[in-house]
């Protein structure tokens, strides 16, 4: 069974609605694309202990089912910024400044002072506290970001056959240290810089960590797709076909619906009623999808069986 793929969304600013969430449908275009399609979707506010539970369910479906998940916000270095510190709880490893993380996040502040006509000076405050966009859990490998150069990193629940372990309290309150003092204490030590044969990535589960903004955001997350997870990606056409039933009721529909999945293996039924349509009233869109030639055998089998519920039928749909 292929991995399933997941994706966290992160930021108080998406549930209190001042911006509306784009990563969403974009992740579903991206994969689709690719064959491939999105299993479950999370939205989870600014707050830490909230953040390293869901981490951490994500970090055991990634070592036990070798799930993919995409995780977006949150890994600047603002106070409001909790992503990293979670991830390295929920990993169960510490944090540290990440070599190769740092070597970007240097040259983006070299192209700024060019920019602006000024001399790079890293030893300044500000610039200083920018290399904590790299303190990364250890062992985590970058993704680079062709927009800006500020890396997002990856997580890997296996790695070079050592299966790293979800830390036991990883589902409980985070403690009293603030995130901003753990990251202060770990930032100057060293990190694997990371780089590894993209096939034995390929087999890995793990936790891909991307910035809020779409901008970077979505070329990143096709970079992880492509690079890591090519081997993936689906060559065989997905189809779906639908009828409006119109006045019929799901309860009445479902020994029909479990009959077709039963004797078409590999197609999905689905049923999404509707009590107030404009045009068919109460109605269901009653259909199957799949590859392309499950489609083409399950979708007469279907239609065959609602008419024999002498039923009404309305349009056919074809995506």
């Given at each position: 069974?292929?991995?399933?793929?997941?994706?966290?969304?992160?930021?108080?600013?998406?549930?209190?609605?001042?911006?509306?969430?784009?990563?969403?449908?974009?992740?579903?275009?991206?994969?689709?694309?690719?064959?491939?399609?999105?299993?479950?979707?999370?939205?989870?506010?600014?707050?830490?202990?909230r953040i390293t539970a869901t981490l951490a369910r994500a970090?055991?479906?990634?070592?036990?089912?070798?799930?993919?998940?995409?995780?977006?916000?949150?890994?600047?270095?603002?106070?409001?910024?909790?992503?990293?510190?979670?991830?390295?709880?929920?990993?169960?490893?510490?944090?540290?400044?990440?070599?190769?993380?740092?070597?970007?996040?240097?040259?983006?502040?070299?192209?700024?002072?060019?920019?602006?006509?000024?001399?790079?000076?890293?030893?300044?405050?500000?610039?200083?506290?920018?290399?904590?966009?790299?303190?990364?859990?250890?062992?985590?490998?970058?993704?680079?970001?062709?927009?800006?150069?500020?890396?997002?990193?990856?997580?890997?629940?296996?790695?070079?056959?050592?299966?790293?372990?979800?830390?036991?309290?990883?589902?409980?309150?985070?403690?009293?240290?603030?995130?901003?003092?753990?990251?202060?204490?770990?930032?100057?030590?060293?990190?694997?810089?990371?780089?590894?044969?993209?096939?034995?990535?390929?087999?890995?589960?793990?936790?891909?960590?991307?910035?809020?903004?779409?901008?970077?955001?979505?070329?990143?997350?096709?970079w992880v797709l492509d690079h890591h997870y090519a081997h993936?990606?689906?060559?065989?056409?997905?189809?779906?076909?639908?009828?409006?039933?119109?006045?019929?009721?799901?309860?009445?529909?479902?020994?029909?619906?479990?009959?077709?999945?039963?004797?078409?293996?590999?197609?999905?039924?689905?049923?999404?009623?509707?009590?107030?349509?404009?045009?068919?009233?109460?109605?269901?869109?009653?259909?199957?999808?799949?590859?392309?030639?499950?489609?083409?055998?399950?979708?007469?089998?279907?239609?065959?069986?609602?008419?024999?519920?002498?039923?009404?039928?309305?349009?056919?749909?074809?995506?």
């Amino acid at each position: 069974m292929p991995p399933q793929i997941g994706l966290i969304i992160i930021g108080d600013e998406i549930l209190s609605g001042k911006r509306a969430d784009k990563h969403l449908p974009k992740v579903i275009e991206l994969l689709a694309a690719r064959g491939l399609s999105l299993a479950y979707a999370e939205y989870v506010g600014d707050d830490p202990a909230r953040i390293t539970a869901t981490l951490a369910r994500a970090f055991v479906a990634a070592r036990s089912s070798s799930d993919i998940v995409f995780s977006t916000g949150g890994i600047g270095a603002t106070p409001d910024d909790h992503t990293r510190q979670c991830a390295a709880r929920a990993w169960g490893v510490e944090l540290a400044l990440h070599a190769d993380a740092k070597l970007l996040i240097e040259e983006r502040m070299r192209d700024i002072a060019k920019e602006q006509g000024t001399v790079f000076e890293p030893d300044r405050h500000d610039n200083l506290h920018r290399l904590n966009m790299g303190v990364f859990p250890v062992g985590a490998e970058i993704i680079p970001n062709p927009y800006n150069k500020i890396p997002g990193f990856s997580c890997f629940a296996k790695r070079s056959g050592q299966t790293i372990s979800v830390a036991g309290n990883a589902l409980h309150l985070l403690n009293q240290q603030g995130p901003q003092d753990r990251l202060c204490r770990t930032a100057g030590a060293a990190a694997p810089s990371g780089g590894s044969d993209p096939h034995e990535v390929g087999e890995r589960g793990g936790i891909h960590f991307f910035p809020g903004f779409p901008v970077m955001a979505w070329p990143m997350i096709e970079w992880v797709l492509d690079h890591h997870y090519a081997h993936l990606h689906q060559t065989v056409r997905c189809a779906e076909k639908s009828v409006i039933v119109l006045g019929a009721m799901e309860a009445a529909l479902t020994p029909l619906m479990l009959q077709i999945e039963f004797d078409h293996a590999g197609v999905k039924v689905f049923s999404l009623p509707s009590v107030d349509h404009p045009e068919f009233g109460r109605h269901i869109e009653l259909g199957v999808k799949g590859s392309e030639q499950a489609v083409d055998l399950a979708y007469p089998a279907l239609l065959a069986g609602l008419h024999a519920f002498n039923l009404q039928l309305g349009p056919e749909l074809v995506r």
